[in-house]
């Protein structure tokens, strides 16, 4: 339910933007999953509306609960008038969904790539105005590293190729590039920077902390950001990276 006292993975609801700041409705693809849970928590805590589009509609208890509105749609079968429609009349996209663990090679291009070019689509039938919000991973625009095995591989590829068709897009894009992602509660501090070697992590929490200053700031329209465990307050981290151009 919206106006939840509860914190979100231990980020207390102060660290979500205000409606002034940010978009008043997010449509949130993958809106089930656990980073995309925390950031509904959030953004619904701050007054916003947030849709979340998922494909399982016994999810739907869990979205409510943390303030969301679900909306039932199977992405992998769906078209791109079927998306706008589920978007509503949302001025900012998160796409937050995937194949997940134990998913095979296939699932990892009709998911994780085919899933978000169909966002994207669908984002621009709303209008070359609709914020859009990726969350991909550290090192994903490298090639493959070597003796990474074929499932990762499919999934590393598929993260690339989508994060490449969403910066030549017409939206105003923005890329969070986390590490390897843990469930220990928010610290509220990370390190924001470009080019960080694989093997950082960052925890899931921080992570949907994050994406509420990435929506609230017109300045990363166009940017992707690495982001991994750090002693800075992530706003001021993020502060500090757009200082550095």
């Known amino acids: 339910m919206r106006g939840s006292e509860c914190q979100a993975g231990g980020m207390t609801t102060s660290s ?16 089930h999953g656990k980073i995309a849970l925390l950031l509904t928590e ?14 399982n509609p016994d999810h739907a208890t869990d ?3 943390r303030g969301g509105t679900p909306v039932v ?14 978007y509503g009349d949302a001025e900012a996209v998160v796409y937050a969904a995937g194949a997940g663990g134990g998913s095979n090679a296939f699932r990892k291009y009709t998911m994780d790539l085919g899933g978000s070019l169909l966002a994207q689509q669908a984002a621009l039938e709303l ?31 598929a993260k690339r190729i989508a994060d490449d068709a969403l910066m030549t897009s017409d939206l105003p894009w923005t890329i969070v590039k986390p590490g390897a992602l843990l469930d220990d509660p928010a610290t509220g501090t990370l390190t924001v920077e470009s080019g960080t070697s694989r093997g950082a992590k960052t925890r899931r929490a921080d992570v ?6 990435v929506l609230a700031d017109p300045r990363t329209i166009g940017k992707e950001f690495d982001i991994s465990e750090g002693d800075t307050p992530m706003a001021e981290a993020l502060e500090a990276h757009l200082s550095q151009g």
């Open 16 to 31: 979500a933007p205000s409606l002034s700041e940010a978009p008043a409705t997010v449509a949130i693809v993958g809106g």
């Open 42 to 55: 959030l953004l619904a805590d701050s007054g916003a509306v947030v849709r979340n589009i998922v494909r």
């Open 63 to 65: 979205i409510e609960e």
């Open 73 to 86: 749609l199977d992405v992998e079968k769906a078209g791109v008038e079927d998306l706008v429609e589920a």
């Open 127 to 157: 209008g070359p105005h609709t914020r859009f919000v990726q969350i991909s991973f550290i090192g994903a625009q490298n090639p493959v590293a070597e003796g990474t095995d074929a499932i990762f591989s499919a999934y590393w590829d």
């Open 208 to 213: 949907a902390g994050f994406i509420t200053l």
